[in-house]
């Protein structure tokens, strides 16, 4: 069993006026060593075995097609294998 | 006349819409999200709402409805399509018009009465409207700004393809004050505006300045 993990990001150049809410918070709650919050999504896709090249693929085509909009986000694939 | 009206789940002002149509004088034809048919309609519009509760982002489920699959290749032909809102964020995720819609800069939730100028009354949404013509329209939306890369954003500019600005100010921080844009051909148009909720008196409408969405459709239907 493993598990592809999908995190899609605002582009650098977006605004992201979700993360500087958090961030003005933060200093407001007493924690003032954070300079700047960035907010983004992240997805779990189970697989039923273990990954391979081709599932592999197929979730960077599920990431591009619908996860992200790559007009305005980025994604990054990384897998978690079961212990 | 018949212009279709777009229904998915969580779509909220097709009544308006059909209303609008009929107003203008067409006969408004209810078009389903989950149905592979257009019913031969002579133009599209695509309301407002919450299609499928925003969930992933605006439009990005609805994009892949059964309906887009027909509505995509027969705008990219030449279908007169006006997304409004919810309508123009899910033409965007379907790149029939550039860029996206994302989160107000404020973040919060608009509702108000925006004034807007019409910088292109070439396309097939726009005729009935002076070039240049100021009018008054409700918006209300949380994700209405506009932003696309530099490049996109030059040849818009160059080409006349913002089609709406917003006047007296920016209320959600849209680049170059975008509220509206049509694709190369002019056929395709977004905003986030609702003209269908500015056509009549009766319901306390800021102006009846929608209208002018509705009768260029159709002096364009008629003439075609």
């Given at each position: 069993m493993a598990r592809v993990i999908v995190d899609v990001m605002l582009k650098p150049e977006i605004l992201d006026p979700q993360g500087q809410a958090i961030a003005r918070a933060l200093p407001r709650l007493g924690f003032s060593s954070v300079a700047d919050v960035r907010q983004g999504k992240r997805f779990e896709l189970e697989l039923p075995g273990p990954a391979t090249e081709e599932t592999l693929a197929e979730a960077r085509k599920i990431a591009e097609t619908l996860l992200?909009?790559?007009?305005i986000e980025d994604f990054h694939l990384h897998i978690e294998e079961d212990a | 006349m018949r212009v279709g009206v777009v229904t998915?789940?969580?779509?909220?002002?097709?009544?308006?819409?059909?209303?609008?149509?009929?107003?203008?004088?067409?006969?408004?034809?209810?078009?389903?999200?989950?149905?592979?048919?257009?019913?031969?309609?002579?133009?599209?519009?695509?309301?407002?709402?919450?299609?499928?509760?925003?969930?992933?982002?605006?439009?990005?489920?609805?994009?892949?409805a059964p309906l887009m699959e027909e509505l995509i290749p027969a705008a990219k032909a030449?279908?007169?399509?006006?997304g409004t809102c919810n309508g123009f964020q899910i033409l965007c995720e379907a790149h029939l018009l550039p860029g996206a819609l994302t989160r107000n800069a404020g973040l919060h939730y608009l509702c108000r009465d925006q004034g807007i100028r019409v910088e292109n009354n070439a396309t097939a949404w726009t005729g009935q409207f002076d070039q240049g013509q100021e009018i008054l329209l409700p918006i209300k939306h949380g994700e209405g700004r506009y932003v696309a890369d530099a490049a996109t954003l030059a040849e818009l500019e160059r080409a006349g393809r913002v089609v709406f600005r917003y006047t007296g100010g920016n209320p959600n921080g849209s680049l170059n004050d975008i509220a509206g844009i049509c694709n190369e051909a002019g056929n395709v148009v977004g905003l986030m505006?609702?003209?269908?909720?500015?056509?009549?008196?009766?319901?306390?409408?800021?102006?009846v300045d929608g209208r002018g969405f509705f009768t260029s459709i159709l002096k364009k239907l008629v003439t075609a």
């Amino acid at each position: 069993m493993a598990r592809v993990i999908v995190d899609v990001m605002l582009k650098p150049e977006i605004l992201d006026p979700q993360g500087q809410a958090i961030a003005r918070a933060l200093p407001r709650l007493g924690f003032s060593s954070v300079a700047d919050v960035r907010q983004g999504k992240r997805f779990e896709l189970e697989l039923p075995g273990p990954a391979t090249e081709e599932t592999l693929a197929e979730a960077r085509k599920i990431a591009e097609t619908l996860l992200a909009n790559t007009v305005i986000e980025d994604f990054h694939l990384h897998i978690e294998e079961d212990a | 006349m018949r212009v279709g009206v777009v229904t998915f789940p969580g779509t909220l002002d097709d009544q308006d819409a059909a209303r609008a149509v009929r107003l203008a004088g067409a006969e408004a034809v209810p078009l389903w999200h989950a149905d592979h048919d257009l019913r031969g309609v002579d133009a599209v519009f695509l309301p407002g709402g919450f299609s499928y509760g925003d969930y992933l982002r605006c439009g990005a489920i609805s994009r892949f409805a059964p309906l887009m699959e027909e509505l995509i290749p027969a705008a990219k032909a030449g279908l007169p399509v006006l997304g409004t809102c919810n309508g123009f964020q899910i033409l965007c995720e379907a790149h029939l018009l550039p860029g996206a819609l994302t989160r107000n800069a404020g973040l919060h939730y608009l509702c108000r009465d925006q004034g807007i100028r019409v910088e292109n009354n070439a396309t097939a949404w726009t005729g009935q409207f002076d070039q240049g013509q100021e009018i008054l329209l409700p918006i209300k939306h949380g994700e209405g700004r506009y932003v696309a890369d530099a490049a996109t954003l030059a040849e818009l500019e160059r080409a006349g393809r913002v089609v709406f600005r917003y006047t007296g100010g920016n209320p959600n921080g849209s680049l170059n004050d975008i509220a509206g844009i049509c694709n190369e051909a002019g056929n395709v148009v977004g905003l986030m505006p609702h003209p269908e909720h500015a056509v009549e008196e009766l319901t306390g409408a800021p102006s009846v300045d929608g209208r002018g969405f509705f009768t260029s459709i159709l002096k364009k239907l008629v003439t075609a």
